[in-house]
């Protein structure tokens, strides 16, 4: 996945075909995934939630910072449950 297409992203459903694009791209090229398991996944996730202010300062992607964190949430705690 470029960045560019990840810079795109303005909307939800914008997100969501994004999401479903990482579903098949591990499908196909699970090689490309260092976090392939979903247990592994969610910790590299929360490893990269902790270290986001030190890649905003060293990348300047300033976006990182002011994100809303409990629609996140949301979104994580649905797809637990969510068929």
Not at 18 to 34: S, V
Request: charged share 30%; proline share 2%; aromatic share 10%.
């Amino acid at each position: 996945m470029n960045l560019d297409r990840v810079v795109a992203i303005q909307t939800k459903d914008e997100l969501a075909s994004f999401i479903e694009e990482l579903g098949e791209e591990l499908t196909t090229a699970p090689d490309e995934w260092e976090n392939a398991d979903l247990e592994r996944f969610l910790f590299a996730m929360a490893a990269w939630i902790r270290s986001m202010d030190m890649y905003a300062k060293n990348t300047g992607d300033s976006d990182v910072v002011h994100p809303s964190w409990s629609t996140f949430a949301k979104i994580l705690c649905a797809a637990k449950v969510y068929e």
